[in-house]
């Protein structure tokens, strides 16, 4: 029905993915698919309130794993019945880390580049037919959670996250092409902004060393989400598709 409103979310167990579980969840009608790369990680999920109407469904998804990424949505079809998606937020991802560029071994990057970009074309893909399937007016959804570390006109600005901001910095550009080939539903990058997750205390900490401690910036996690909510919800193909945004909406430079 197009007064429910569906959002897969993945990353969904901790930080900002939990907590944009939480948010969605605390609004009417709306179906919640929180994606996990392990079910027994995710019962925290399932005693959030939930507003009236709304519910929740867990899937198993690894986006580093095409297999797993295609069982868990032919799952949203076989086994919970639902023929479209309305909001798809690409959240999981692999986190800072701050050894020098000149210091990795290739292999230790190429995790990065598998998560943080591979991995969320290989979910868009498999979630276009359901996005293209929404009955919004305003067109299906996908939001792929990006970092301003990815930008390289910020570059020399920047925490020492090379391998990281360079698996970001992918990611934005299968998101602009991606926009540029797919007219029928609204695709972006978005910067959330310094969150106060604990994977990212944790990295702001052990940076210190490198560059400014940034930890009293970080912003709660519930405020953050509930502002990529409102960027979410105000969303269009006129206004966002495209293009790569800031925490407030404002459009950041690739």
């Known amino acids: 029905m197009s007064s429910t409103t569906t959002v897969l979310i993945t990353g969904a167990n901790r930080g900002i993915g939990q907590g944009l579980v939480s948010a969605y969840l605390g609004r009417p009608n709306t179906t919640v698919v929180a994606a996990v790369r392990n079910i027994a990680t995710a019962e925290s999920l399932r005693s959030l309130p939930k507003s009236s109407g709304s519910h929740l469904i867990v899937i198993e998804i690894d986006v580093a794993s095409s297999d797993s990424i295609r069982r868990g949505i032919k799952s949203l079809t076989a086994e919970y019945e639902l023929d479209s998606l309305d909001i798809v937020i690409a959240n999981a991802g692999m986190a800072v880390k701050s050894s020098k560029l000149i210091e990795m071994a290739t292999h230790d990057i190429q995790p990065f580049v598998d998560v943080n970009a591979y991995g969320q074309l290989k979910l868009f893909r498999a979630v276009l037919p359901l996005l293209r399937r929404s009955k919004k007016a305003a067109k299906g959804k996908f ?6 570390g990815g930008s390289l ?3 020399d600005n920047m925490l020492p996250a090379a391998a990281y901001g360079a698996s970001k910095a992918l990611g934005n550009f299968f998101v602009k092409w991606l926009s540029l080939e797919q007219k029928d539903v609204v695709i972006w990058a978005q ?3 310094l969150v106060a997750t604990e994977t990212a205390k944790a990295a702001l900490e052990d940076m210190k060393s490198q560059g400014p401690d940034l930890t009293a910036l ?7 989400c509930q502002d990529l909510l409102h960027l979410t919800e105000n969303a269009t193909l006129e206004t966002t598709h495209g293009k790569f945004l800031g925490p407030n ?5 690739w």
């Not at 909406?249 to 430079?253: D, S, T, Y």
């Open 143 to 148: 939001m792929y959670m990006s970092s301003i």
């Open 153 to 155: 006109t910020t570059m």
């Open 249 to 253: 909406g404002e459009e950041l430079p």
């Open 191 to 193: 910067h959330p902004g």
């Open 218 to 224: 970080a912003l709660p996690v519930e405020q953050v």
